[in-house]
Each structure stands twice: as C-alpha cells, then as structure tokens.
C-alpha cells in the first residue's frame, strides 16, 4: 500500500528532513525534530505525491482519505484530545508546505474543528468566552475566503460595524457578546451569497481546508513565482496538519518566534521577540508590540529571559540542539502552552551578508561545520551589500521611479543634466548626480564627477551601467518613467518635475530614485569578510582577474584581490582631455600617413598607461584588448562640441562634420569595430601594439617582475582576421624586442563574442593562445538583441513570464552557453593547452561562475567591486563540482 | 620509377583527359587530342607531382631532368627537328597549365631553342631573316622577364628608340637590320644588369624556363587568385613543352581560333577568325585584323572556307569530332603550317547564357550528352542576363562611379533626389533614377516610381537592394564614391556635378553609374529557355517559392514559374498612402484600446491584400511573416513630413515627435521588432491573423481552391515567444471559423534567423510547424555584420583577401551554414516532418542552392526575377546529390 501521510509526535516520526520531496521543508523539519525528541504538537503531512493525485483526480482520493483518518485518531490519542470534542476538542492548522520555500504564496487555515457546539467547549475549556469565539470568527472568516472562495470585504464590512457600534478602535477590545453577533453575521452572510450554511462538521472542514491547500499550488500567484524562480509545477504541494497549542491560555503562556543568532550581525545570542498570553496572529497583527526574548538594559522586567524564565532556559537549550542537529542558525516558531514550551516550526534563518559571514565562519571555527560548508552558506551576490555604501534601513523612502538596478551602493547629490555640468559642479565642491538619457564615451569625465548615474534608456550593461560598476558607482539605467529634457535642465517624474540642483538620492541595489537627501551608512570590511576571502581562494581552481581600463580602478581591483587583469578597454584612455583631439586628428586624415603622424602623439601616452598598468599589477598577467569601438564613437555629437572641436584641430568644422556622417551607422554594434577596424586601418593597431611592447619591456625592468602581456583581438568572426592581426602584432613584436635588446613572452588571442567565432573555434585557435569570452556581445548577437534597446521589451518579457531571467545579468546557459561550450570543446581539440577566460559582465555573476567552472574556464575577469563575489562563486563552484563528481 | 613526364606524339599519348590533376587542363587535354588521334605537334607535359617536388627543393630534381631529356628526344623524333640543331632547329613552346584555369595568372616561354647560331638556321629554313630575328628579340625578351626577372620597360625602351630611328610606327614595320641591331642591345643590357650574359645553351634556356613557370604557381597574383577561387595551394601547376610549328611560312601557312558553334548565339556553326601568313601572337597583338573562318557576305573573298579550302574541310570535321569527343562546344586554337592543320589547345568555350542554353539543348537532342549533362552546363547565375534588359554591348560607356551590383539589368533616366520627386516625375511621364544615401521603407511609393535606383550606401541586402530586386529594377548601393547633397538636389561623382534632371544610366549587373544615356537590348525569353525550364522542373526536388509582397511581384513570380510564396513581408502595405497615416495612428496610441480602434481600420485593407495574394496563387502555399520591422520604420523622418503627418492625423506635432524620440533604438536590427513587438502589441499580431484567417477563407470560397495559410513568427530566439504568438494565434483561428462556419488547415511556425533559435531549434520545433530559415539575419547575427553598414569594411576584406565572397550574396556555409545544419538536425529529431525553407536573399543563388538540397530542405523562396535561376539550379544541385551518392 502506497503511503500518502506520515505522523509525527511524542519524539517519533515516520519521515525526517530528507524528506523534503515528499513532505515539503516544513513537513520535513516538523518529522525531523519529532524524530530527535524535541517537543512538536502531534500531527501529520500528507504528500506531495497525494497533492499531485488530487490535482489530477479533482478530488481527494479515497485511499488518501483513509490515511488522514487513522492519523488523526493518532493525533488526538497523542494528544489526548478529541476532534470535534464537546469537552476537550482537537483543534488542527492545515498548512501548505513546498519542496521550495514559497513565502506567502499558498494558502492556510488555522483552528479547524470549530463549531457552534466545540466553541462553546472551548470557552468551557480555557475559561474565556471572548477568546473562543474571537478564535471562532477568524476560523469562519479564514475559511470561508480560502475554501468557500468569498471576498475579504464582505467580512471587513461587518467587522467594521460591530467595531462602530460597540466604539471599539481595535478587534481586541470586543466584547465576547459583540463577537457572537459577529459569528452570527459572518454565518448568514454566507448563507446569503452561497445558498449554503457554513459546514459544521469538523471532518467535512477538514476535506474542504485540505483540497483548497492543495489547489491553492496552480493559484495564478504560486504559478508566476515558479515561473520566475524556476521551480517545476510537477513538485507538488505538502499539506501539513496538527494539534493547535494555545499560547493564549493565560501569562503563563505565549508565543514567539527566535533566531538561534542574531540575523543582523550574526552574534551567537538568542535572538527575537514573543508576546505572554497571546496567540501567533497576534504578533503578525501588530495590536501589540512584542517584547525581547533576552533581557535588555531598555526595558527591564519585559523580557522572556526574565518573565519566563525556565521556558526561556528550555528555549536556549532546544535553540542549541537545533543548531548542532542541522548545521545553520534556525528561525523557530514557538509556543508556550501553560508553561509548557513546543516548536512549531523550524527553518534556516534569513541573515544579513554581514551575519551570513560571521555565522558560517564561527560555525565552522565551532567545529558544527567544515569550511567548505560555511563557504556554501554564504550568498555570493549578497557581499555587493557590503562592498559599497548603502541608505540607512531606518530612512524613510520616497519613490519618484524605479529602474534598473546596473550598478549597487547608493548615493545622494545635486541633480545636473551634461557631462559638462557635473564637471563644473564637482570642481565647486558639490556632489551630483548625472542624469542623461543615456551616455556614451563622452561622458567619461561627467560620470568621473559625479557620485551617481541614472538614466532613462539602456539595460544593465549599457555603456552608463558598465562604466558605473567599473567605477564602483551606483547607477539606475532604463528608468523609461522618466521625462527627462537636458535642454531645460528639468526631470518630471513621479508627477513632479524637478530641476538642475535639485536634491535626489540613487539607490543602485534596488534601482530606486528617492526624493531628497537620505542618511547612509557605510560598511566595513571586517575581519571575518577576510577570513571568508582566504577560504575561498583556498578551495577555488578559477582564478579571479578583474576588468580595468584605468590605475584607479586598478587599485581598486588588487585591494579587493584580483589574480590580473582580464580585459583593458584602451578606448578609454582615447577620451580624456588632450588625447580625445588628437584621436579626431586621426579620424579625419585622409591618408595613412597622415593618420600615423596623429598617432605617433598617441603612442607615448598610451605606452605611459600600459607601464602605470602593469606596474600596479607586479607581474600578473593583463589582457589588453586593441581599440574596439566605431570610430564615430569618438567624434563629437553636438553642435557646440563639434564646433569647439575643430577650432580646436584647426579644421573647417564641415569637415569634421562630413566625416562623422560618414562614419555614422545605422546599428554600430554590428558595424566597423573591433578586428575590422583594424583591418581597414592597420596603423591604430600597429601603434597600440607597439605601446604595449615596449611598456612591457620598460615595466618589467623597473619593477623586476617580467610582464607576459596578452593581447585580446576583438570581434573576430573569420580566422584570417586574426591571422591578419596576430602577422601585424608578430612583426612588431619583434621590432621592438629588437630595438629595445630584450626578449619577452607574449600571447595573441581573440575575444569569442561572435557566434561564427564559436563554431569556427578550432579553426581560430590554431592562431590563438588564448579564447576570452565576450559574453555581453555574444549575448547581443546570440540572441539578437540590443542592450542599449533591451529596456523596451526586456521588461515585458520579464512582467509576462515569457523568459525568467534578465540574460544580460545572467548568463543564458542554453543558449550562449551551449556556443561557449562548442568553443571550449573545439579551441581544446586543436589547442589542448589554450587559455581560456569570460570577460564579459556575466564574470561577475555567481550563477555564471558556476557555469564557468562546469566549462573548466581558467578564470572568470569582473569589474573590480565584484572581485570579491566572483572569488567567493569561485569556491563555492568549486566545492560543488566535487559534490557532483 | 616514378613517372614525371608524360609524352604525346602522333596519335598516341601516354596520358589523357582523365589525367588533369596531374598533366593540368592543357596537357590533359593535348594527350588526349592525341591520343584519339588527332593532329597535335609533338611534346610532353611535366607533373603537377614534379612542380611540388621542385620547389620544395628548389630545383628540378635529378629524376625529373632525365625523363625530361628522353622526351625532347622522342620529340626531335616525331617532329623529325632537333633541339639546337644548326640545319632545322626544334624549338618548343614551354607553357603552364593547372588542374583549375587561371587564366594569365602564370607564365609562358615562346620560341625556345633559339640562339645566335640556331636563329641563322630558322632564317635559312624559313627564307625570312626579318622573321627569324624578330622571333628571337620576342623570345630573348620574354625569358629575361620571365626567367631571369628583369623589368618590361628595359627593353620597351629600347624598342622604342629603335622604331623611332627607323620611323617605324608598329613592330612588323622594323627591318632585319634593325631587329638584329636589337638583339644585339637586349643582350647587351642583360650583361649590364645581372654580370652574365644571355644563356646560349638550349638546355640551359629549357631547365630555366621549366623552373620559372613551376614558380610562377606561387606568384603573389596567382596566390590571390587562388585564394579568391578555393584553389589548394598543393594542386601545383603542371608544364606542357611542345614543339613549334608556324602559321607564317607563305600563304599556305595560318594561325587561327575556332569556336565549334557561335559562342554569342549557340549557333551550330563553325565560328572564328584566323590570320594567312602569321603567328598565335599577332592575332593577340591586334597589328592585323584577322578574318573570319567561314564564308560571309561582308567580305567576299576573305574567309579561311574560301582561300584554304582544304585545310578548313580539315578544320570542320576536327571540331565536329572534338564536340562528339568532349560532348562540348570547343575553343581550339590551331596552326596551319605549309598547308598542314595542326591542333594547339581545345577546351570548352566560354559563351553567352544565350548560346549556353541553346548548345546545351541541341546537344542533348543530339544524343550527344544526357538531359541532366545539358542542365549542368549552363550556369545558373548567367540566366540573369536574359531576365532583365542590358545595355547594348556596343555602346561607348562612360563611367562615373562604381557601386554594388545590387541588382540586375539597366536602365537610363533623368535623375531625382527624393522620392516626392520621383512620383512626381513619373506623373510627368518622365523615366527616372531615384538618388538617396539609402532608402527606408518610406521610399516605397518613389522606388516604384523609378526606373533604377541609386545609393551612397547599404550593401547588396540593404532595404534598397532587396527591395529593388523584388521590384525587377536595376539597382546599385554602397556607391561611396559618390557625394549626395538631397537639400540641393545634386550629385558629385567622378569630378563632375549632376543637378536634377541629369541623365544617368545603371548598369545593375556591372554596378556602374554611367554618363548620359545609353542605347539597351532586350532578351527575350527564347523557346529554348522554356524547355530548360521544364527540363530543370523534371530534375529537381526542391521548390522553388517566391518572395512577393504585393499582387504584382506575385504575378511576376507565377509567370517565372514559382510554387508559391515562401516570404510575404506584410509591412510593406503599411506604407502606402491613407495605411500609412492609420498605421501612425496606431503607434502613437496610449492604450491597447486606441491601438484597437487604428487596427480596426487596417483590417479590411489587410484581409484584401490577402484575398488577392491567395487569389493568384491559386492554391499554391502562402506563407505570410507577421510585421516584423521596429514601429520608428512606419514615422516619419523629415521634420517636413513631420508636420504634414501630424496636422493630417489632427494631432500636435510634438507628441508625434516625442513618440519617435521614444522609439528611436541606437541598433534597430536588434532592437524591438518581430515577436518582440507582437509580445508587447498583441493587438497587432492579432488584427494580421484575423486578416490571414478571413481572408484564406474568403479566397478559399471564391477560387474553389482551399488556402492553407502559413503563419511565419520572425524574430524567435526563446520557444516561450513563439507558445506566446502561437496561442494567440490558435484563439483567433477558431474564432474566426466558428465566425465563418468552415474549417481550414494552417501552418504556424517561425524564422530561424537568431543563432540562438538555431541552438534550440529542437524545443522550438515541438511548437513549430515549419522553419523558414531568414538567412539574412542569421547572417547578420552570426557574422556580427549589419548589412547595411557592411560596405565600409567588407570591400575592404574582398580587396585585402581576408574573406573570398560576400556573405551577404554566398551563403557562409563554414559558420551560418553550420548553424542551419545544427537547427535542421535538431528540428527534424523533435518534428520529423517539419517543413523547411530558405527564404533570405540566398535562396537565388545558386551555390546556396546547392548547400540548400545537401540539407534537404523542402523549398527555397528567392525574389520573383530570381525564380527562373533557382528552378535550374535546384535542378542542378538534384542531379549533383545523385553523383555524390
């Protein structure tokens, strides 16, 4: 015979919490600690497979029924009452309970067995009439919303006249004969709009709560959250069933809920609040505030600790076992029963990252844990909350508009609408926030000059959003509400319209525009954040390199110990001051030669920045990528700049102006960029590559450290493009070894960010030493889609279910990564030893990490402030993929 | 022993037509002529094996020299001549000849055995000392160039000082003396520039002609060349050494060239041109004018029939048994000497479409060759030149600029530089050329006014090309060269300026801008192209669809014999006259319900572009694409347009503007468009099937033949998209024949045009009825090209040899080709009867064709002046796949 319930009580249970499948988390951990004697009501979970059944059948199907049934005799014998009792009756809670936790999303029913005749016994029973029949009129009310289908507002309504008429502000202040009335009210209201009576037999409301539980797993809300976080609609719901425990049965009673550590700093101390004399609801409801569970110097006399203080030393004690018997700090509900202290439910406690590192670190240093565990119990994307400054929880919040959140911390400042601007404002001291529909190259310095960036078009590795992170500030991209008019210098959002200097704040976590100016605060990297970090490269076979394009970001980047330097954008160092015109000199020459003499300016300040780079980064390798952008990217875009810019260059402006509508195109991510401007103008290429050679030479003897540079062909579809360059990058390669007396290492590879460049990959690698996956581009290819128009319909997708997951964030694995993984298979076939490593924004991202591990990937490159995440994704892939093996 | 020298001497040859890989085409060809005994002076072919073996060692090997010396002396004997000889010298023509043609691309030595003793022998023996030495200065001359690698211009002076002294204006007007005098300064100036003189020694001269021609195989042009036609480098060149003989002894003696049957028309006569008393090169040299082969009225007297009519009896019968023997029209170039028809080369002539299609039809009538023989010898792409007007080969061409030819045939007209100007003009009755940088789909109504159309930009698949093509209209874009000025109404171009008005003439297939305007003839589709057509139905497999937008492409592409239409674009009616003002409507709407109300007017406009659609297909297969371009493509551009748009729809002329702000995307190729958009305006998805369904039915009823519409999803790359459509379309296909009370069969199904729809090809097929393989896009997405900024890089990489074909005209079958083999593969496991198609401009060429049958695919769809080229080669590469078998 099939088993469809299994019971729990009395410290035996027929399940325990490898159970999770069958009996969902909380049925498991109830079985679990029934198992291990720790005190749990009695009561039963009936499957998930019997869920499944019923959903099918539309029905309860009779075997099941029979199993419910002798599991509730055991109930009441267990608990020595009886349902549906006139003396002593059983009341059960009917609760769902997923294999997934689904906070809120299906439904439950408490104090089931009531009725006109057990209400009464339960008035008799625990000598309060008003608390029988209140207990009575949210079982009714309850009830009849999750299993008979009727609208929460008729039950409002007369709740709110019996309030109006007996002048009570609070449910709490009814009389026991208001509540009656009310009982009476709610029955005959159901009577009224259902043609039938509201079912007194305890057995037929048992049947009805169970079979709304189970239905309420396809309500539409449980079926968009499952959509979303990828949990498969065959799993099923649990449905647990047990024994009621009053926490309201007098002061020396109560109920409560504890985190065996505190959930906010992680401090190994019982911590959560309870209130005497009241049931669980109670403390949802708000009506009153709960007091600490620990004695604190505020309020004394008021806690559990010393009001209660021997179901409190039973609490630390069950606290404790709790913690030794499942290895994580635990979020328990608990009631106190006539002094007598039960567990109604137990799970791994919700914690701040700050807490998550200290707990799993402690744990571990306890012994209750291994390293590797503690490693897993930390949420690798959750670190960014420490990484950067964030809002003070306690402010309150305005919304003017929400947007994408492309960059985390948060900051506040003076609204201004140019680049221009906010270099003027920063240069009179004042912080501000750059606001542009979006940004391009020329707004380097702007953003450089402000504490944060919002705009109103662009996804979350729009040019804004990237630059930002590689800045290491808060940015919202692709806030559409936005109505934003730079030639005003004014903002409408949120119904108001707001202009230059105007005070905002920029939450990039949660991609919040705040009205005004809100408190911060700033988090330390503590000790345990670098014992987290040390534990991690202990057990991680990826290296970490990061993203940089300047000495500051850098820095930045070794400080937060990144392994090299992944990919340089030397584009970047086109677009500051003096160098940006002397770019334009090369763009608008109409000969090679002349070209060359723009770009001989050029070459000793881009070999300055090479030898900064690979000084700070002592001897580790850096990838630098030869310039990729189209060209029109660095022309100027509006009138004024074109006019300055040529007076400027000593040009007639229509020049200039010629020139750049000649270079205009109609999608430039697909246009002349990366290899093929390097093909059509040879001489840019020849002089990055000489920079670079000869700052290796140069660095490597001033620091003592020899410098191995890579260097990273962009765009590469067809091998002979890169055998074009790699014959280019050879020759002067060898001139300058030559010139210079010295012979280095180097390595020459190409991005794989092109799909043709995944299928030819075994033709490619036989010129590559190295493969460095272009994920943002090979996701726009791909997929076909523009991350600078995604916003418009990305967002669509997201609200309708048609995907799950931005796959810009995250990396779309079935079909990108199915590309990444014929490109590994076939760069190894030809060139086992080949270099291999993702530079694209999804290097930062955990989920893609161990992704990237399960490919073998030789490091994953991040922009700096998510160093810290991807060596913690690192490890933990790591320690996974042995799970796996 | 390896053999490295194959003989062929009076009717017998130890090698033969099957031999061409190794003898090349010429000395394959030779033997063979040979071999079946026909009159061939004597000599002897070297390996293509020996040219890899000597210059993989630098000289000829020792093996290869002794084969080399016995057959000059089996040559001495047949030709009964000895090599160096004093009395009657042999000499021997030393000429490259690979398994590919490669025409001029390698080098030749003429005249070989000479030297200042033989060259008195060859004067006695011929009685002609001018003769004698001016063979030897040609023969002196062409060595050193060729073996000793001395410049031209050396001795192009010092011919020209002495025509000069001797007031000589041509060649063949210098006396003996002077020729001697020559000589005798050539060999002079070779002494001066290499230290050594010019070699006297016949063997000497043979080893470095031998030696120069095998290295000429890796000649930079010939390199090139290879490289541009996917020659392997290790094919190697064989050398065919052969005795001379001479067309200028007397008036008994000529040289000439035959073409079996007219090369212009297919004529089965003898055609060509011979010269009484001269050598092979005077003919080439063009000092006279040679006359024809047979008897014509112009010029009595003259024809070889008449003043050699033996040796032209001759001449027939050989080409009759040469057309027999090699089941071709022949090339022949033959010798007669003292009366004696000798036989220099053979091989298949090069002819007009015209001629082509005729000769073949003969032919196989014939019983000379198969009907399938027939079908392969006439190149598909060449059919092209019969379906649209060119310009008369005779006319004096004056080029301008050059473009790319993106698409066929010519056409003469004033020029106008916008499109109001051209309908105007048209209304005027005047034949124009529209100019524009590029064209949107707002230029419809003025390409449609046009007779030719001309861009400054865009490749061969931008909207003009394609559009243009599907019009029937001769089309050029990417015309760089040219300096457009739309305000001013003027054209710089070639050193010249054009106001509006000029005349202009475009050469489509040549991709020239012409001066003025030229005289045109009209093909005319023969009886003969007819039953080729018919032949190639009876061969091939594949369909053929049409891509047709309107009624009348669809007229056209039925008269061209299309199955049916693979690609009705339905955006194309949204741009017509009032459509194009309700279409605004509809995207400026706030609401679904405004955007309904627009709709509500498209939809009778739609349902009879449907109705006449499945009207004149008859019941042929229909496969509608839902509007696929991003909503910014329907608003209009100019601020003109604009405002007159605005007032039109009673609007202010702000919102529209802001609502094009809203819309316009920085990469509209990857932006919201195809499913994308019906995702996010369902409404308008829903009106186009509505559209569809009633329209099928109603035609259905009208025609008596049941419409089964295929309803194609662009844009797919996630299977939720096309669940997403397909739903909506499922709904509004049954409420539309529960509306009309029948039932019809319909085909959903999607564009494979995204890399990622073709990696998941196997889950969107469980949801798809049908691919249609959009390999435009794909192109674009797997390349990372935008086509229509292609121009700028891609001409470059032609130039530079990085890429051999556009990827936009030859399907790239290394990279998108591989990804349509990854989606028929895994399309064809999910839906084993999944129907496939190729509907981007590669379904009319015939070499994507080709790799079209190797995937099986069901049908291919081209534009309709293309439908003719695809049924033969469809019929072509049927009958290829039977031999690869």
Partial sequence: MRKWVYTFAGGMAEGSSADVALLGGKGANLAEMSRIGLPVPPGFTITTDACNRALKERAIPERVREQVNAAMKYCEMMSAKKFGDLENPLLVSVRSGARASMPGMMDTVLNLGLNDATVEALARFTGDERFAYDTYRRFIQMYAIVVMGLDHSLFEDILDGARENEGAARDNELSAAALIGIVQAYKAAIIDEMDESFPQDPHEQLWGAVMAVFKSWGNPRAATYRALHNIPEEWGTAVTIQAMVFGNSGQNSATGVAFTRNPSTGENKLYGEFLADAQGEDVVAGFRTPDPLSAIEDKPGASMQERMPDAYSVLMRLADDLEQHFGDMQDVEFTVENGKLWLLQTRAGKRTATAAIRIAIEMADAGVITRKNALMRVDASSLDQLLHPAIDPAAERTIIARGLPASPGAASGQIVFSSTDAVAAKAAGKPVILIRPETSPDDIHGMDASVAILTSRGGTTSHAAVVARGMGKPCITGAGGLRIDPHNKALVAGGMTLREGDLLTIDGNAGEVLKGELPMVQSKL???????????????????????????????????????????????????????????????????????????????????????????????????????????????????????????????????????????????????????????????????????????????????????????????????????????????????????????????????????????????????????????????????????????????????????????????????????????????????????????????????????????????????????????????????????D
Avoid at 725 to 730: A, E, V
Avoid at 792 to 801: A, E, I, R, V
Avoid at 859 to 864: A, E, F, G, I
Wanted: proline letters at 5%; aromatic letters at 6%; glycine letters at 6%.
């Fill in 526 to 884: 503590a000790g345990d954040f670098a014992t987290l970090m040390e534990w991690s490269d202990a057990e991680r076979r990826m290296k970490v390199r990061t993203n940089a394009d300047s000495p500051k970001e850098a820095i930045v980047a070794r400080q937060f110990g990144a392994d090299g330097i992944g990919l340089c954008r030397t584009e970047h160092m086109f677009t500051e001051g003096d160098r940006a015109d002397v770019m334009r000199e090369m763009i608008i020459a109409d000969t090679a030669e002349e070209r060359r003499s723009a770009l001989d300016k050029l070459l000793p300040m881009q070999r300055d920045d090479f030898i900064e780079l690979f000084e700070i980064m002592q001897g580790q390798p850096v990838a630098i990528r030869l310039v990729d952008p189209p060209l029109y990217d660095f022309l100027p875009k509006s009138e004024e700049d074109l006019v300055a810019s040529a007076k400027r260059l000593g040009i007639d402006v229509d020049r200039l102006v010629r020139r750049a509508e000649e270079l205009r195109e109609i999608n430039p991510m697909l246009g002349n960029r990366g290899v093929r401007l390097a093909i059509c103008y040879p001489e840019i290429a020849e002089m990055q590559t000489r920079a670079i050679f000869e700052a290796a030479i140069l660095a490597g003897k001033e620091t003592g450290e020899p410098v191995v540079p890579e260097i990273v062909v962009p765009l590469v579809s067809y091998v002979a493009e890169l055998q074009f360059l790699r014959s280019h990058i050879d020759t002067i390669a060898a001139d300058v070894m030559r010139e210079q007396e010295q012979t280095i290492d180097y390595l020459v590879g190409s991005v794989i960010e092109l799909p043709r460049a995944a299928i030819r990959a075994d033709f490619i690698a036989e010129s590559a030493d190295f493969f460095s996956f272009g994920t943002n581009d090979l996701t726009q290819t791909t997929l076909g889609i523009s991350r600078d128009d995604a916003s418009t319909f990305l967002n669509t997708y997201l609200q309708k279910g048609v995907i799950g997951l931005d796959p810009f964030i995250n990396l779309d694995i079935e079909g990108v990564g199915e590309l990444m993984r014929l490109a590994t298979d076939k760069g190894r076939n030809s060139r086992p030893d080949i270099l291999l490593g993702i530079t694209g924004e999804h290097g930062g991202d955990p989920t893609s990490i161990a992704f990237c591990e399960d490919l073998g990937l030789d490091y994953v490159s991040c922009s700096p402030y998510r160093v810290p995440i991807a060596r913690l994704a690192a490890a933990q892939s790591a320690i996974a993929s042995l799970t796996d």
